[in-house]
């Protein structure tokens, strides 16, 4: 398809803007020129046929006849613009007026006819005169405002044409231009569609040759890119093999330690050396998960939600019995995501766990799938209203909240879901008067 209008446009922008362009103008300028000559050929062929009438009625009445009055009555027109448009005077060699078709007109002084030009109370009249053999003269006047009428019936005749190629010319490069750029914009609304996480070369076919090295320069800038977060991902894994590993070891030799030979001071500082450790530890695995989930580009593929879920609070399910907090999972369906399984399972955990965490002993925690919509409820403190948007940001905690945490559970989980085209928001409690959280996906994101 592609081939096929390279070769009808051109394979430039420049060549299907002119492919366009030249043909729409030139359809405009045969029809405004067939417009202009048409109109033109009407008026001229009005024009010579009232000078025809007027003259056969000059001619009849020099002759001392008249045209009879059935013709007379085609030609009323061509008579009244005789008797208001036109002034005949014949003189004879003695100077006598022996003819005048405007007997209420002052006579024109022989200077004035000289000048071409009488100015009288009828107005400017433009005057020839004629020597006749016999030794008198002609004088034939047409005032000159019935000229300027002719001249501006000649120039609005030509100004439509001229405004319907105008307004043509105008309407073909605005389309022309259009369909010119239309690779432009098919380029425009590709790259704005892109998610983040979309890295992948953009096909030059079709595009146009001005667009090409601008299309070669952003794939080497992805190909850039790519890199660098490869880069970034080998030096997280590194970090988190550095950063683990000596807390490993230094838990494993403190746990050496026999904690019943410490007198009561030592065991105190002994626990809060193991609990700093913890911590660490735990401060570490967030960083590293928040870092994780900003460039997560793991396979999407079409998964069932509910193992996810399944299998989120089976692994939780010893922590909330040691605090005496039931998780029920209900009305559960065969709902499907469009998502990287193992992000979904971080999200879920994350969600769970802070429940869990911030709950009080023999709480409840209720998880539902019903729809596409995946619903975490439980009877804990709750979210403020101001809040809920909040908490999904880095370190955010609430007002009173003396629960240990590194405060990235949540953000990872708004990363997470950004990347995988989740939604994910905490809304008002609906079975109990503690938080709820939802994640769902549009349904324009799902494949």
Known sequence: MSSMRNRIWGRSIRQRIQWL?????????????????ISARIKVSNLLQEQTDILAIATTTLAGDQIETRAEEMIRESVEAYEGKFVIRVRD?????????????????HEEIDADMVISDGGIWLVRRYDLSSGGEL????????????VWQVVLSALVPLLLVFAASVAAILYAVRIGLMPLSDLSNELEHRTADRLDIVDTTGRGEELSPIIVSLNGLFDRIREAMGREREFIDDAAHEIRTP??????????????????????????????????????DSLLDQARADQSQALKTKIKVAPVLRKSIAELLLVAESKGIEIELTNVDGSVFHCAQEDLRIIMDNILSNAVKYCPDGAQIQVSLNSGRISVED???????????????????????TVQGAGLGLSVVRSLADANNLKVAAIDAVATQGARFEIWQPQNSAV
Do not use: W, Y
């Open 379 to 401: 009877s804990g403190p709750g979210i403020p209203a101001d809040m809920r948007d909040k908490v999904f940001e880095r370190f955010a905690r609430l007002d009173g909240n």
């Open 139 to 150: 004088v034939i006047g047409r005032p000159r405002e019935e000229s300027d009428k002719i």
């Open 93 to 109: 060699a003695a100077g006598a007026i022996t003819f005048n078709s405007k007997p209420d007109l002052p006579p024109f002084s």
């Open 247 to 284: 807390l490993a070891a230094i838990k494993a030799q403190i746990q050496v330690i026999d904690r019943t030979t410490l007198n009561e001071d030592a065991q105190k500082r002994f626990d809060n050396i193991l609990l700093g450790v913890d911590r660490a530890a735990a401060m570490a």
């Open 21 to 37: 362009l030249v043909p729409l103008l030139a359809v405009a300028l045969v029809v405004a020129s067939a417009t202009l000559f």
